[in-house]
T-cell receptor, first 110, second 111 residues
Framework: NAGVTQTPKFQVLKTGQSMTLQCAQD?????MSWYRQDPGMGLRLIHY???????DQGEVPNGYNVSRSTTEDFPLRLLSAAPSQTSVYFC?????????FGQGTRLTVV | GENVEQHPSTLSVQEGDSAVIKCTYS??????FPWYKQELGKRPQLIID?????GEKKDQRIAVTLNKTAKHFSLHITETQPEDSAVYFC??????????FGSGTQLTVLP
C-alpha cells in the first residue's frame, strides 16, 4: 500500500514549456486534490475531484488543468509554465476527513 | 470563500514548555478543523482534528480547542520536545473536503 505517489520529485522548466505532474493513489479514495505551497502562504487549493470524471476549480486554478479518468490517477498539467508557478506542489486524497498527502514535487520555472 | 488566519508565524519555546498556535476563520458554515505538521522537506501529516460539535479534543501532549462563537481555534502542545520542531498548519472546511489552510507556524523547540 504505497498511499499517494507523486512524480517527479524535482523538475526545472523553462518559461513557456508544458508538463504534467503525476499523482496516483492506491487507497480507492474518491476525493483527490492539488495544492501549491509557497513560503508564508500555506497550501492553496488548485483543483479538486470528487470522483472519476468530475473535477472543479479551487482557489488558484489559472494556468493549470486537471482530468480524472480513473479513481487512482489525478494528473496536473501546466499549460505554459511561468516563473510565478515556481512552487512545491502536493497532491492529496481522502475518503473521510483526513487528507493524505503525496511527498510533493518541487517545480522551478526559469 | 473561507479565509483562515494563523498566528504567530514563528514561535520559539524552551524544551518542556508549552506552545500555543491560534487560528481564526471567516466562514461560519465551516465545521471541520484539522491541524497538520510538516517537517522540513516532508509532506504535511494530520496530527489532530476537531469538528464543530466539540469544544476540545486531546491526544497525549497535543490538544485543540474550538470557539465557534468567536470563530477561532487553537493548538496546544505541552511538554515540548525537540522532535516537535516543525511547521504547523491549521485548516478549516465544510465537510472535511476543500481545506483552506492558514499560512503556517514555524515552531522551534530550543534545548
Amino acid at each position: 500500500n504505497a498511499g499517494v505517489t507523486q512524480t517527479p520529485k524535482f523538475q526545472v522548466l523553462k518559461t513557456g514549456q508544458s508538463m504534467t505532474l503525476q499523482c496516483a493513489q492506491d487507497m480507492n479514495h474518491e476525493y483527490m486534490s492539488w495544492y501549491r505551497q509557497d513560503p508564508g502562504m500555506g497550501l492553496r487549493l488548485i483543483h479538486y475531484s470528487v470522483g472519476a470524471g468530475i473535477t472543479d476549480q479551487g482557489e488558484v486554478p489559472n494556468g493549470y488543468n486537471v482530468s480524472r479518468s480513473t479513481t487512482e490517477d489525478f494528473p496536473l498539467r501546466l499549460l505554459s509554465a511561468a516563473p510565478s508557478q515556481t512552487s512545491v506542489y502536493f497532491c492529496a486524497s481522502s475518503y473521510g476527513p483526513e487528507a493524505f498527502f503525496g511527498q510533493g514535487t518541487r517545480l522551478t520555472v526559469v | 470563500g473561507e479565509n483562515v488566519e494563523q498566528h504567530p508565524s514563528t514561535l520559539s519555546v524552551q524544551e518542556g514548555d508549552s506552545a500555543v498556535i491560534k487560528c481564526t476563520y471567516s466562514d461560519s458554515a465551516s465545521n471541520y478543523f484539522p491541524w497538520y505538521k510538516q517537517e522540513l522537506g516532508k509532506r504535511p501529516q494530520l496530527i489532530i482534528d476537531i469538528r464543530s460539535n466539540v469544544g476540545e479534543k486531546k491526544d497525549q501532549r497535543i490538544a485543540v480547542t474550538l470557539n465557534k462563537t468567536a470563530k477561532h481555534f487553537s493548538l496546544h502542545i505541552t511538554e515540548t520536545q525537540p522532535e516537535d520542531s516543525a511547521v504547523y498548519f491549521c485548516a478549516a472546511s465544510r465537510g472535511a473536503r476543500q481545506l483552506t489552510f492558514g499560512s503556517g507556524t514555524q515552531l522551534t523547540v530550543l534545548p
